[in-house]
């Protein structure tokens, strides 16, 4: 509303995790009730989630990363050419990071609570599932890139985005195939 009150109005929108819901909302996709509600139970949800597990970010591409894998870690982000998070169980992600960290590449443990998009997350599906079903989902009057696979219209698509990797990469350079020449970043901070 505030970048609206100066003139600013999207072409379109791509949200990141969480921040996907706030995408659908300023798009039309979802009223601000609607759009509200689903972030309150997402975060109630996952804040029951036992703690545990960690995230780290890794300056390398998809493919390396990829390849590096170890059973319990899975990358759950891929935010740029060389810009991977991987999430899991804290010793396997902690193993795939210092693989790459003895070969010099930068990794940054994230500061996180739980394991998000990855295994950790099943729990909380189903019901994620059942209050997306809830929701009305409109015709938006802005487009919305998804950054997961699937229709953000369609209720399955929230727990499947809660679980799965986020691509953000791939959802701006669809956003700049679809013609966006510039991006601007809105965040609370």
Same mark, same amino acid.
């Given at each position: ?59 390398? /591409? ?18 740029? /050419? ?54 009305? @989902? ?29 691509? @953000? ?18 965040? /609370?901070?």
């Amino acid at each position: 509303a505030l970048w609206r009150s100066w003139g600013v109005e999207p072409d379109l929108v791509v949200g990141h995790s969480v921040g996907e819901l706030a995408a659908a909302y300023v798009s039309g996709l979802l009223s601000l009730a609607d759009a509200a509600r689903l972030v309150a139970v997402r975060g109630k949800l996952m804040g029951a989630i036992p703690a545990g597990g960690a995230m780290v970010a890794i300056a390398a /591409p998809e493919a390396d990363v990829r390849h590096a894998l170890v059973d319990g870690a899975e990358i759950s982000g891929v935010n740029g /050419p060389r810009s991977v998070v991987v999430s899991g169980v804290e010793a396997a992600v902690l193993e795939v990071a210092q693989a790459f960290a003895a070969r010099g590449v930068r990794t940054t443990r994230l500061s996180v609570s739980h394991a998000f998009h990855s295994a950790a997350m099943e729990p909380i599906l189903e019901d994620l599932g059942r209050v997306a079903a809830s929701v009305r @989902f409109e015709t938006p009057s802005i487009r919305m890139v998804a950054t997961s696979e699937g229709d953000p219209s369609q209720a399955g698509y929230w727990p499947h985005q809660a679980r799965n990797a986020v691509f @953000f990469a791939r959802a701006i350079e669809q956003a700049a195939r679809l013609g966006a020449t510039r991006f601007v970043e809105i965040g /609370p901070d």
